[in-house]
């Protein structure tokens, strides 16, 4: 087992100097309307976007935000993002000890690791996360609004719905541990049509319907064996916020679509 994941993007989709990083995940969570962090019930569960900070950065705050009363709760992030550039058959594990990035180390959760390791979907795949953004992303956020935890880091390629719940149910835990789900919307439509075909994502993902394609979502499948799961417990869905890159640093011709959403245990947090 190797002993680091290095970072691969820091310095293009967020900033790669310690200080600069933080100053700039300061700015994004402290843009967050004091209204969205006073939730009822923290969320078990996050669909998260992942492209450039200055893209994408807004919504995905609004996500991190809602954690803050979990702070010192959450110890294990279970971290699901779709492969880019790397095809796998399966969940793909990093073999690593850790990933880096400019704010430190964050460990893998090895007894985690060892829980799915039997498991026929659950691969590993060095390669899958060297140059993968779609899960590193997160990484400096959740490092901003988490005290102290350990990582499970899976790259998904090609996998079944069915495959991605049963992972997701061998490490569902307790209030100790968090699921993150990192993906984008539809990519390159005009403004108006991305806007359009981005609703009805998130009205299907609002639904529970686990019938999100890739062409809706780059991270369709972990999607979609979320909704299974959350289905399964009972959760409850609530969009937190939706846009595009042509709302934030991009042109409207061909945008990217970013919403985030949280999925609460319990108590529904009206929309």
């Known amino acids: 087992m190797q002993k680091l994941r290095s970072p691969a993007v820091a310095g293009s989709f967020y900033p790669g100097q310690a200080s600069a990083l933080s100053?700039?995940?300061?700015?994004?969570?402290?843009?967050?309307?004091?209204?969205?962090?006073?939730?009822?019930?923290?969320?078990?569960?996050?669909?998260?976007?992942?492209?450039?900070?200055?893209?994408?950065?807004?919504?995905?705050?609004?996500?991190?935000?809602?954690?803050?009363?979990?702070?010192?709760?959450?110890?294990?992030?279970?971290l699901l993002g779709p492969v880019h550039r790397v095809p796998v058959r399966g969940l793909a594990l990093a073999n690593v000890r850790a990933f880096a990035t400019p704010l430190g180390e964050i460990e893998v959760d090895l007894d985690a690791i060892d829980a799915i390791a039997g498991m026929p979907q659950v691969v590993l795949s060095p390669q899958a996360h060297a140059q993968e953004h779609s899960l590193e992303v997160q990484l400096p956020f959740l490092q901003s609004v988490l005290d102290d935890f350990k990582l499970v880091p899976l790259a998904v390629g090609d996998a079944t719905p069915g495959e991605v719940a049963q992972v997701l149910e061998a490490l569902w835990g307790g209030p100790e541990t968090l699921i993150v789900v990192s993906s984008d919307l539809s990519h390159y439509l005009p403004y108006a049509s991305a806007q359009a075909t981005d609703q009805a994502t998130v009205n299907n993902i609002l639904a529970l319907s686990p019938r999100v394609t890739h062409e809706q979502a780059c991270g369709g499948t972990p999607i979609n064996g979320l909704l299974l799961a959350?289905?399964?417990?009972?959760?409850?869905?609530?969009?937190?916020?939706?846009?595009?890159?042509g709302d934030t640093a991009g042109d409207k011709g061909r945008v990217v679509g970013y919403a985030s959403i949280a999925f609460t245990e319990g108590q529904h947090v009206p929309q």
Do not use: F, M, W
């Open 23 to 78: 100053r700039s995940l300061g700015e994004l969570l402290g843009a967050v309307p004091a209204a969205s962090k006073d939730i009822a019930v923290v969320p078990k569960a996050l669909i998260v976007p992942h492209a450039g900070y200055i893209y994408s950065g807004p919504t995905a705050a609004l996500a991190y935000a809602c954690l803050a009363p979990a702070h010192a709760t959450i110890k294990r992030v279970i």
């Open 230 to 245: 959350a289905t399964s417990h009972h959760l409850q869905p609530r969009l937190l916020g939706l846009c595009n890159s």
